[in-house]
């Protein structure tokens, strides 16, 4: 078994996908109906038009269980039409069964993730604006849902909490005001990005005297969108998030924020449809 291709933590998630596929037992369907001896070539191919992501983890689960001839017939972040085939893979009959659900559950949810994200970022093209995702990911998920919003051609905010500060409205309310709630991210973490979140164009002029790295535009309008960028004056980096969607993005992208932040990009996108072909070698 090889994890070359993958990270230890999604080997890992790989395990635990066929062990829980198994259940501590037997592919009682294939192993009453697939002699062990018989070969067969697996075909993964595109039942609908997207764009791929997770190949690699796709290759890694088959290499698991014991599939070593696999050839990638697209790469990651392609864009292919249904009917294309994007893996093909031989080797025991038995063995293919066995990953089939698991590579197929992989390929088809990043695949999802990809696809949703290339029609956010094409929603703003000819803009300056980047679509990027947020933390509202699947436990134990994240590094792959992240590196599949980078496939569909987004951009990854941060990975994890110790990563940079984000200060939102709840640390804001614990703290009593946005100025003490920056003050005290920055006093004890002086080295780190701070973002902050700001319901109001008034907040946004209070903080900007702090000097953040970013501010997050929460549930802004295009327009008022448009007026945070002609008061910021480049003096930081801004992003808005909450109201938006496909329909809207290209007006908010117009109105010059240099992020759209999109937790749908994960936590919503519809999984691509992939499936396998068997063909029995004869």
């Given at each position: ?85 994007i893996l093909r893979a031989k080797g025991s009959t038995r ?188």
């Amino acid at each position: 078994m090889s994890h070359d291709s993958v990270s230890s933590a999604t080997y890992d998630l790989i395990q635990r996908a066929l062990v829980e596929d198994l259940a501590g037992g037997e592919d009682v369907t294939s192993v009453a109906t697939v002699n062990d001896q018989e070969q067969a070539t697996a075909h993964f191919a595109a039942r609908k038009s997207g764009v791929i992501a997770g190949l690699a983890v796709a290759k890694a689960t088959l290499e698991s269980v014991g599939i070593t001839d696999i050839e990638l017939m697209v790469g990651d972040g392609d864009y292919v039409k249904s009917g294309t085939e994007i893996l093909r893979a031989k080797g025991s009959t038995r063995k293919l069964l066995l990953a089939e659900r698991t590579a197929l559950n992989f390929l088809g949810h990043l695949s999802g993730i990809a696809t949703l994200t290339r029609q956010w970022v094409d929603a703003v093209s000819g803009t300056q604006t980047k679509i990027r995702d947020t933390r509202k990911t699947t436990p134990g998920y994240r590094e792959l849902e992240k590196y599949a919003v980078r496939m569909g051609g987004g951009i990854n905010h941060r990975m994890s909490l110790s990563e940079s500060a984000l200060i939102k409205d709840n640390h804001i309310e614990a703290a009593g005001n946005v100025s003490l709630a920056f003050e005290r991210v920055r006093k004890q973490f002086p080295e780190i990005d701070i973002e902050i979140e700001v319901d109001t164009l008034d907040q946004l002029r209070e903080i900007l005297a702090h000097k953040p790295d970013l501010v997050l535009l929460d549930n802004m309008t295009p327009a008022q969108c448009a007026q945070a960028v002609v008061i910021t004056a480049g003096r930081c980096k801004l992003e808005a998030s909450g109201g938006i969607s496909l329909e809207n993005a290209g007006a908010y992208a117009a109105s010059g924020v240099d992020y759209i932040a999109i937790g749908a990009l994960t936590h919503s996108a519809p999984v691509l449809d992939i499936g396998l072909d068997l063909k029995a070698e004869i």
